[in-house]
T-cell receptor, first 116, second 119 residues
Framework: KAGVTQTPRYLIKTRGQQVTLSCSPISGHRSVSWYQQTPGQGLQFLFEYFSETQRNKGNFPGRFSGRQFSNSRSEMNVSTLELGDSALYLC???????????????FGPGTRLLVL | AQKVTQAQTEISVVEKEDVTLDCVYETRDTTYYLFWYKQPPSGELVFLIRRNSFDEQNEISGRYSWNFQKSTSSFNFTITASQVVDSAVYFCALSELAYSGAGSYQLTFGKGTKLSVIP
């Protein structure tokens, strides 16, 4: 099976702009989660989608949003970018096809966002 | 709230040495899952091992082994006969069902331990 894919891999934006990141989960996986990784805060949970519905959300401002499509692909959007949004954004998917698959998240390569 | 602590920030070992990465967690739930992930310089988090809270049996998988002790809330990970390719940042993570949604699992990560294996 192909793994989780994320596009683009690298992105440079300026303050005030908005950005959209894309994630394609492992085939058959319906849950997609997003995480932000920064040197200062480490890995932090953003949100989780399942069957096009947001089931859980982390402690991030409303500038961070996401959605999931009927094919389980997901996008996250960050509006009005700030310098502190520079980070590695990781997407993970999980499935329900086997034991413990629902609890295990498989990660993509991430999108490195630099805000200037 | 759940918390994961990896006290070792960086570790350096010489190739072929064994190395143990420490992880201590806090949770109020009785059902939870523990994971170790590896992050090479490329950035992708690679799933290594998983253990649920009901199974304290320690196992060995190739060069990897883990020691899960509920009494001390620890989930330590050992690499035997380390290799240069093991150089990476290793994350311990705790997964619990989110209170907000049925079936939604959220990972809480430690700060990571950077392992350098010197040839």
């Amino acid at each position: 099976k192909a793994g989780v894919t994320q596009t683009p891999r690298y992105l440079i934006k300026t303050r005030g702009q908005q950005v959209t990141l894309s994630c394609s989960p492992i085939s058959g996986h319906r849950s997609v989660s997003w995480y932000q990784q920064t040197p200062g805060q480490g890995l932090q949970f953003l949100f989780e989608y399942f069957s096009e519905t947001q089931r859980n959300k982390g402690n991030f401002p409303g500038r961070f949003s996401g959605r999931q499509f009927s094919n389980s692909r997901s996008e996250m959007n960050v509006s009005t970018l700030e310098l502190g949004d520079s980070a590695l954004y990781l997407c993970a998917s999980s499935g329900t096809s086997g034991p413990h698959e629902e609890e295990t998240q498989y990660f993509g390569p991430g999108t490195r966002l630099l805000v200037l | 709230a759940q918390k994961v602590t990896q006290a070792q920030t960086e570790i350096s070992v010489v190739e072929k040495e064994d190395v143990t990465l420490d992880c201590v967690y806090e949770t109020r739930d009785t059902t939870y899952y523990l994971f170790w992930y590896k992050q090479p310089p490329s950035g992708e988090l690679v799933f290594l091992i998983r253990r649920n809270s009901f199974d304290e049996q320690n196992e060995i998988s190739g060069r990897y082994s883990w020691n899960f002790q509920k009494s001390t809330s620890s989930f330590n990970f050992t690499i035997t006969a380390s290799q240069v390719v093991d150089s990476a940042v290793y994350f311990c993570a705790l997964s619990e069902l989110a209170y907000s949604g049925a079936g939604s699992y959220q990972l809480t990560f430690g700060k990571g331990t950077k392992l350098s294996v010197i040839p």
